[in-house]
């Protein structure tokens, strides 16, 4: 916490996330409005609002009545568009009635390769997103299932589940962007805050939560995870090499995704997160659809480009991919298409088997699903546009010619040469054709392909032809893996890849693509053996991490992740610390990894190598957390005397690991020898006795969260009023509730009736009392809770309101008229009074202020205050730096600076000065779901406040309103509720003088372009 010499400030000042931000490209624009006022435009009128680089038109392809806000696209063989559509969405059908929505199929009728007649494939959906053509039909997502939609017959209608039920908790992040790749598989998305616990038929279960990937068999027979922790992908595309892009609302715009890796929303799997594509935000976090460009169709410099849809900003954002070995980055360009009509929406991104881009344009006056309520009245249900993007070069490129344009009618002679096809759409579908369709017949004529002078995507694709025909033998992955193209060999590594079992040959073939001259067969090759977990792997895959560059971080980051899962499936970390012992760069290697290995047998090898001193000093404290954490019991005692060993050393040492082994005995759900807390005791007492606010700062941290009840007195001393260091003293009083509860009550009352103290402070003090459930205590502040001022009272309601004894105690003051119903009007205490467990807790409080003005009047009030003084202001963007450098740093990152807890920031500055104002001083109008606050209350009544980020072995990792990661034992938690509202403190406009409010709000609205 911080003190200015203006009141107390909040150090979770800024949670001003909103799923879909406000627009920032490259050539900026003025913000769009959350509800667009403008009427909508027929389609004639918002064709001539586009703007296009040279060269390059749009025409529509279909539109309202038609096509209703359309969501995710997709085409099949025959060229024809699927399109699902949904008038229900945000809000889901009730259950005592169907859906009024549908999936669509637009079918080319005149053979030109452009959908032209529009037709309902499937009705009576509930918000239906995902959806791709398959064999036989088609699978497609409606709340809350994945179906397949059979086509045989007349019943086009019929469904048959796959995989159980999904989450749909939010209807904006469900099962989305459906992807058949060549290799058999379905790729897909899956969304923002729902829980799904899935399997396919043989039984396999996953379970996803929030943002993953996920990789599915049509049949329904598997489901497997992909990848782990974005925010809400959403939209999917694979390049010529087998990545994985999505586009994502919050962690980036795009990611390019490595199996099995986490990424940052992820709770992590003891590796860190995988690298970055990109350093920008395109202006905005609502992202949808995203488009790897492989045609001809397009000129040479957008070919092998992202193409992004950004709904919020109204444009297509372009980026240019720029490789290093196997790792790409995104290189931000100007805006491939921006729109002057503000209900341009660009939800999905499809490339079509023509080489133009279709987009699906919701065309809506409102996108946004948490800055405004999702039953607002403007939100449209009535119209909907697919456009289609091409490129005429002045010889009737726009329409260039196919042959065959339905591929379900293809000879199986057009087809192979079609794999050859520069469109990536064409060679898609005409390998599934091959596959499913022309079957076996095909084989021998694939075959030869191989050993042929045939074009590498021909090689390519007839690769995974004959192994999804079963057709591939030995013969045929060798010709491939040992092709002179690296595009054949890194898919002949992948075909191979999917065998269930490696002979000899196939491991030394696999073992020698680990020295491939193309950086992606390596990092292919190194993927393959993830799923194949062999000994003969290890060495090799050291001496890879040994070579590789590190700006090749992919391949880096893939190698950790096969090293782990390799040593986790045959952990002999005896054999390998004998095999290297002469070898110290590769047991730092194997220790890296073995972090990522929750097992006894890792947890040895690290200890072993720690009792010898072998881990540098940033590591150390990491590795002994998953010692203690993880080892065998019997060694367990030798862990924990650690003390006697480290007396000597540097005190920053000492401090880490003696925090490290408190975390690691807490996720373990065991206590540790009091010589550990009185080592720790003694280190801290030193840094709270240091002249430097920045070691006693540390120092309050440590005894928090090592709980250290033997350095209450110190910390009462810097809770005091005339503490030289004022900056300091919030923290101390904080950390004072998990050191020393019992001191606490006193401290908080004499706060609280001082009313030379800071304001805040005294409302926060009278808060933290009113939540302690202890009866002497609430008796004393029901008696004074009249007689006290507004501010307080609202503090002390808010901490009653946590149980409902407290609540039921407060609505009967306020009903005998002895406490003013205003204080139920607080923001906080109208998002937790219904989660009290008082049953009529809502109705009395509606009862008792229905007569008052409204909470929102008082904050237009309150907001139109801020904006007149913000007119006269003179605010000083230093100034501002520095008020968010020191209050919102520790929970949101601006400029690639500060942490990752809350939304990133950059950019923020386009909302304008309003919006602004609205977010800081009223963060519960809009709050993003995967932000929401969590309340907990442990076993000896403290309540905890803030965002919960999961949990590691038996400790609840909780980011309070300070911003401090509170670590909570699952054993001591009575009660763990979500509430609808933000973390962030809503009295921000009480607390906070003027200026410094200014100060802030200039410094951001400076940052209104993202960074590139």
Request: aromatic share 6%; hydrophobic share 40%.
């Amino acid at each position: 916490m911080n003190f200015r010499s203006g009141p107390f400030l909040p150090l979770f000042v800024l949670w001003l996330f909103v799923l879909f931000d406000t627009p920032l490209p490259v050539n900026a624009q003025p913000r769009r409005p959350f509800v667009v006022q403008d009427p909508p435009k027929s389609p004639r009128e918002q064709l001539q609002t586009f703007h296009l680089p040279e060269g390059f038109k749009i025409e529509l392809v279909a539109s309202e009545p038609q096509i209703i806000n359309p969501i995710n696209l997709n085409f099949d063989a025959r060229g024809s568009l699927y399109v699902s559509q949904s008038i229900e969405y945000p809000i889901p059908a009730p259950a005592d009635r169907p859906g009024r929505d549908k999936l669509l199929r637009l079918v080319d009728t005149n053979n030109d390769g452009v959908p032209d007649r529009v037709e309902t494939f499937a009705e009576q959906l509930n918000i239906p997103i995902g959806v791709t053509p398959v064999p036989g039909g088609v699978l497609g997502y409606t709340v809350p299932k994945l179906f397949f939609f059979d086509e045989s017959g007349n019943d086009r209608t019929r469904r048959h589940e796959r995989f159980g039920d999904f989450g749909f908790n939010d209807t904006h992040g469900m099962v989305s962007s459906l992807t058949w790749w060549i290799d058999g598989w379905v790729y897909g998305c899956h969304g923002f805050v729902n829980t799904s616990e899935i399997s396919g038929s043989d039984g396999n279960p996953i379970t996803m939560m929030s943002g993953n990937t996920y990789c599915l068999r049509p049949d329904g027979s598997r489901i497997e995870h992909y990848s782990h922790g974005q925010v809400n992908p959403f939209g999917l595309t694979i390049d010529p090499w087998g990545n994985v892009f999505t586009s994502d609302c919050h962690t980036r715009p795009a990611t390019m995704l490595l199996p099995r890796a986490h990424y940052p929303r992820s709770p992590g799997d003891g590796l860190g997160h995988g690298p970055e594509l990109m350093q920008h935000s395109h202006g905005s976090t609502g992202i949808a659809g995203i488009v790897y460009y492989e045609a001809e169709h397009f000129p040479e410099a957008y070919r092998g480009s992202l193409f992004i849809g950004n709904p919020i900003t109204g444009r297509i954002n372009l980026d240019r991919l720029k490789k290093q070995g196997s790792t790409y980055t995104a290189i931000q360009q100007d805006d491939f298409l921006t729109c002057d009509d503000l209900w341009f929406r660009p939800v999905d991104l499809q490339p079509g088997p023509d080489g133009a881009l279709y987009i699906a344009d919701m065309y809506n006056g409102i996108i946004g699903h948490y800055e405004v309520p999702l039953s607002h009245p403007k939100r449209d249900r009535k119209h909907g546009r697919i456009w289609r993007i091409s490129y005429d070069d002045g010889n009737n490129a726009s329409s260039p010619k196919q042959t065959p344009a339905d591929l379900t009618k293809a000879t199986a002679d057009e087809l192979i040469h079609l794999l050859a096809d520069g469109n990536l759409v064409r060679r898609t579908h005409a390998t599934h054709q091959l596959v499913e369709r022309v079957g076996v017949a095909c084989a021998e004529t694939i075959r030869a392909l191989l050993s042929a002078d045939s074009a590498e995507t021909q090689r390519a694709h007839g690769l995974w032809v004959l192994q999804r025909l079963g057709q591939l033998t030995a013969a045929d992955w060798y010709a491939g893996i040992t092709d002179k193209s690296p595009l054949v060999r890194l898919h002949a590594v992948k075909v191979l890849a999917e065998a269930t079992e490696w002979d000899e040959r196939a491991i030394a073939a696999i073992l020698a693509r680990l020295d491939d001259s193309e950086a992606f067969v390596v990092r292919a090759a190194v993927e393959a053996l993830a799923k194949h977990p062999i000994k003969e792997s290890v060495t090799p895959l050291l001496s890879l991490l040994a070579m590789t560059d590190a700006a090749d971080s992919c391949l880096v980051h893939s190698a950790r992740i096969t090293l782990r899962d390799t040593l986790r499936e045959v952990e002999r970390f005896d054999h390998w610390q004998q095999v290297f012992s002469d070898s110290p760069e590769h047991l730092m290697r194997l220790a890296d990894v073995a972090v990522g290995i929750p097992s006894p047998a890792a947890a040895e090898f690290l200890w072993s190598r720690f009792s010898q001193d072998q881990y540098p000093l940033d590591r150390r404290a990491d590795v002994l957390r998953h010692i203690v954490r993880n080892i065998d019991a019997d060694t367990l005692p030798d862990v924990l005397a650690l003390a006697d060993t480290y007396t000597d050393r540097d005190p920053h040492v000492q401090i880490g690991v003696a925090s490290a082994v408190l975390q690691g005995a807490q996720e373990r759900g065991i206590k540790v020898p009091p010589s550990i807390r009185d080592w720790g005791e003694r280190i801290v007492r030193k840094m709270l006795a240091s002249d430097q606010a920045a070691q006693i700062q540390q120092g309050i941290s440590h005894a928090s969260q090592m709980r250290l009840s033997g350095l209450s007195k110190e910390l009462l001393r810097l809770s005091d009023r005339s503490t030289p260091f004022p900056q300091a003293r919030i923290s101390a009083i904080l950390a004072l509730q998990t050191v020393s509860p019992a001191e606490t009550p006193s401290l908080f009352f004499t706060i609280v009736s001082d009313e030379k103290d800071l304001p805040g402070l005294r409302q926060l003090a009278a808060e933290k009392l009113a939540n302690m459930k202890v009866p002497e205590i609430r008796t004393r502040i029901l008696k004074t809770l009249p007689t006290e001022s507004h501010s307080i009272a609202v503090g002390f309601a808010r901490g009653l309101i946590i149980d409902a004894a407290g609540a039921g105690a407060l609505l009967d003051l306020v009903e005998q008229g002895k406490v003013s119903p205003q204080i139920l009007q607080d923001g906080k205490v109208q998002r937790l009074l219904p989660v009290s467990g008082l049953t009529d807790a809502k109705l009395r409080r509606d009862r008792l202020t229905s007569d008052l003005p409204s909470l929102d009047a008082r904050m237009q009030q309150l907001l139109r205050q801020r904006l007149v003084g913000w007119g006269t202001a003179t605010p000083d963007v230093m100034r501002g730096a520095e008020v968010f450098r020191k209050n919102c740093s520790a929970c949101h990152r601006i400029a690639n600076q500060g942490e990752k807890v809350g939304p990133e920031l950059d950019g923020v500055g386009q909302r304008g000065i309003e919006r602004l104002l609205e977010d800081v001083l009223d963060p519960n109008r809009a709050v993003d779901k995967n932000f929401r606050a969590t309340i907990v209350v442990t076993n000896a009544g403290q309540v905890f406040i803030g965002l919960a980020m999961g949990q590691q072995g038996q400790v609840l990792m909780l980011v309070d309103q300070t911003g401090k990661v509170q670590r909570i034992p699952v054993g001591e938690i009575e009660e763990r509720k979500l509430i609808n509202g933000s973390a962030m403190p809503s009295n921000f406009g009480e607390t906070l003088k003027d200026s410094d409010l200014f100060d802030l709000m200039n410094y951001l609205l400076s940052h209104r372009v993202k960074p590139q």
